[in-house]
């Protein structure tokens, strides 16, 4: 079975460039998350998305940052314009019913993020 | 506020016992999961535990007790290969996973 999968893998670019990160999660999984981890703090929630809908997007830092989700198999968390203290991993991970049924969420391998 | 606490860093031995706790304070709860994730990879899923008690896999078992807010994640017969952080994360009144900072767990041969 195909887990989560996340592109692009790394990215490196210029403060001020617009950077678009994708996921296509599980197939069947409902609910979509996206996080960002660092050193500093962690694995922290930026949003996450229940039958295509955001639901929670009190994570998002700000206004730079957005995420869509068009359909089941495909969602971007685009960045614009960067800053390097947006620099870190993002990691993508997909569930069933937002974990309603405690099922785990599984992660993609994440795109590690460094703005120059 | 919801708070999750584990310790930062932990060092055992290879073939030794090692016990890692976390504690929680949440708005509720519905689970708690143990994630293993090794240096430049992502998280994945160890266990789960909704009732008190010890749940057993292999060489991982994971304890939880409710009244106390508190888990356990116990590796026994450790490999060089469990070198690894591992997350405690747990599922509040409305569903949503609160994570702890991860304990970075060191095996020395």
């Known amino acids: ?116 | 506020g919801q708070n999750i606490d584990q310790p930062t860093e932990m060092t055992a031995t290879e073939g030794a016992i090692v016990q890692i706790n976390c504690t929680y304070q949440t708005s509720g709860f519905n689970g708690l999961f143990w994630y293993q994730q090794h240096a430049g990879e992502a998280p994945t899923f160890l266990s789960y535990n909704v009732l008190d008690g010890l749940e057993e896999k292999g060489r991982f078992s994971s304890f939880l007790s409710r009244s106390k807010g508190y888990s356990y994640l116990l590796l026994k017969e450790l490999q060089m290969k469990d070198s690894a952080s591992y997350l405690c994360a747990v599922t509040d009144s409305n569903y949503q996973l609160i994570w702890g900072a991860g304990t970075k767990l060191i095996i020395k041969p």
Request: aromatic fraction near 8%; glycine fraction near 8%; hydrophobic fraction near 30%.
């Open chain 1, 1 to 116: 079975d195909a887990g989560v999968i996340q592109s692009p893998r790394h990215e490196v670019t210029e403060m001020g460039q617009e950077v678009t990160l994708r996921c296509k999660p599980i197939s069947g999984h409902n609910s979509l998350f996206w996080y960002r981890q660092t050193m500093m703090r962690g694995l922290e929630l930026l949003i996450y998305f229940n039958n295509n809908v955001p639901i929670d997007d009190s994570g998002m830092p700000e206004d730079r940052f957005s995420a869509k989700m068009p359909n089941a198999s495909f969602s971007t968390l685009k960045i614009q314009p960067s800053e390097p203290r947006d620099s870190a991993v993002y990691f993508c991970a997909s569930t069933l019913d937002g974990g309603h049924n405690n099922q785990p969420q599984h992660f993609g391998d994440g795109t590690r993020l460094s703005i120059l």
